[in-house]
């Protein structure tokens, strides 16, 4: 088994499509990881304690070099004698650090544009003479120093792609890893495998036995309890924990009240076939007193989240385990903190992780390094029922955030109801794989209708469907007309409560895919 893997590392600069970059390595069997822009060579030394670092990726980034406070990189590093590449923001600071000319673009580019190849080499080796790529910027690298030499330009960025003569150093103007770029593969593969060197060493087999060690080389012979949501990231790391521990692991699942329809039942059937312990703790009632009159949904969210901590708290104090197993992974790793600048958009209550004052040596994280469709993928090596591998994301907070203003039970029961439908009905027309999520919001809007020869006032639940890769955007969905209204037939006819139903047509951004 290869213990140290060959390593891109990409420096973050807060762009968006940072993760993107990261993802595309490794879908050519290359490790990466997103490291903090200010990563000093000395730190990025350290690494190849654990990794081969062979590359670095400056990624892009909102800023203008030219701001006061302009994230910029450990000059060193550039001298490490490692291979670098600058994408957009990461492209003009480079040139900016070597003495190039920065200049405001006289108009912004943005979208799709076409960039002439001036010389077909390095990272742009095997390109076409004109290529179509994506770019979005407001400077532009303007002159370069001598040992620099210009590899591509479009009609309003003179130096859209360079390289130095002698060593290798690349910065392209424009984002090899989204898809609009036609050969951003072709480019990114250049880098990895020519340019860096890389050999393909991280593969999905050896780091499930990676996993399954590390877990027992950190609990040894104790005990350790899990929270199992039931969601993906908990199950797989269930699983896992299952094979290095057996019955010396406690899963405990605790139903808020606001899952899904039958799914604590799956739950429970899924998992007591597993050699370990299984705990269900049925809180509905603790969990709708707390949250009688809250209405605004981050202050939801954190009584949620509080009142779920403390009720793990008594059930691990039950089950005498010095260890704590969670299913954090990667993205929910760098979001709770690692990433500088980031906003809170939402409290995501099972992503921040339960309270470090929790009395346990230690918190076991096997899952950190892995990004949602590698957990997928280890899912489907560990033979998980295909409910659990298809899962749909969902919330910590279940459908109280899809209930808008404040819950009672009758909204719960209708909502459950509402979303049975949706599922059932997307699922029969054979559109869910194309979907990231589909779901029903109970909205605390009522409309009048009829029903019968009577006159109706009541409900109206909006429906919603997203496509979406990473949930960091997303597209409603155009799911057929036909199914929208059988949906829509169903809801009204089979709750009395609903007067209406709605479709959400709006793109993340500007909304986000739950509507709390
Ligand atoms: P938004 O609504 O922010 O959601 O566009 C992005 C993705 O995250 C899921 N989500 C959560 N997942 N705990 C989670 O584990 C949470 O508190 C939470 N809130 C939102 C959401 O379903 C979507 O897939």
Redesign the pocket.
């Known amino acids: 088994m290869q213990t140290k893997y060959d390593t891109i590392l990409v420096l973050d600069f807060g762009g968006q499509y940072c993760h993107l970059i990261g993802r595309r390595i490794r879908e050519h069997g290359v490790y990466s990881e997103i490291v903090p822009h200010d990563i000093t060579a000395a730190e990025s030394e350290a690494l190849n304690e654990k990794i081969n670092v062979k590359g670095l990726i400056l990624s892009g980034g909102p800023s203008s070099v030219y701001e006061p406070n302009a994230p910029r990189i450990d000059p060193a590093v550039l001298e490490l004698n490692l291979p670098v590449l600058g994408l957009c923001y990461g492209h003009q600071l480079i040139a900016q650090i070597v003495q190039g000319k920065v200049s405001r673009a006289a108009c912004r580019e943005y979208g799709i544009a076409e960039v002439k190849i001036d010389k077909s080499v390095g990272v742009l080796k095997g390109v076409s003479a004109a290529e179509t790529v994506w770019m979005s910027h407001g400077d532009t690298v303007s002159a370069l120093p001598a040992d620099f030499e210009v590899l591509a330009h479009t009609e309003s960025c003179p130096v859209a792609a360079y390289r130095n003569k002698q060593k290798p150093i690349y910065g392209l103007q424009w984002h090899p890893e989204v898809v609009h770029t036609k050969n951003g593969v072709l480019m990114l593969r250049n880098y990895i495998f020519e340019v860096c060197k890389c050999e393909a060493n991280w593969k999905m087999e050896d780091i499930i036995e990676k996993m399954v060690k590390e877990i027992k080389a950190d609990v040894g012979e104790a005990k350790a309890i899990i929270g199992l949501s039931g ?1 993906i990231d908990s199950s797989v790391a269930t699983a896992l924990a299952a094979e290095a521990l057996g019955d010396r692991l406690t899963a405990v699942f605790v139903d808020h009240g606001f899952m899904r329809e039958g799914e604590p039942e799956a739950i429970r059937e899924i998992f007591s076939k597993f050699n370990i312990n299984f705990v269900m703790v049925s809180a509905q009632q603790r969990f709708m007193d707390k949250l009688r009159g809250v209405v605004e949904p981050e202050r939801k ?1 954190k009584v949620i989240g509080e009142e779920f901590i403390r009720v793990f708290e008594e059930a691990a104090e039950k089950s005498s385990a010095e260890y704590l197993l969670q299913g954090t992974i990667y993205p929910d790793r760098i979001e709770s903190g690692f990433r500088k600048n980031s906003e809170v ?7 921040a992780g339960l309270p470090s004052k929790m009395n346990f040596k230690k918190i076991v994280e096997p899952l950190r390094d892995l990004y949602k469709d590698e957990v997928r993928k280890v899912a489907v090596m560990l033979n998980l029922p295909r409910e659990i591998v298809n899962r ?6 279940g459908l109280a ?1 899809r209930i808008i203003g404040e819950l009672t039970e009758e909204k719960v029961a209708i909502t459950k109801k509402a979303d049975a439908i949706v599922r059932q009905e997307i699922e029969k027309s054979c559109i869910a794989e194309k979907l ?2 589909y779901f029903a919001v109970l909205t605390d809007t009522k409309a009048t209708g009829v029903k019968g020869d009577s006159r109706a006032y009541g409900y109206v639940v909006a429906v919603r469907a997203a496509e ?1 890769r990473e ?1 960091m955007t ?1 597209n409603y969905a155009q799911i057929p007309y036909a199914v929208l209204e059988k949906i829509s037939t169903r809801i009204t006819n089979e709750i009395p409560q609903v007067t209406r139903v709605v479709y959400d047509i709006t793109h ?1 951004p500007p909304a ?3 509507w709390e």
Do not use: L
């Not at 749909?392 to 907070?397: A, C, D, L, S």
């Open positions: 969601g969210r958009i939402k409290s995501h209550h099972n992503v749909q994301p969902f919330p910590g907070p955030v990231w999520q979406s949930a997303a993340k986000t895919i739950e």
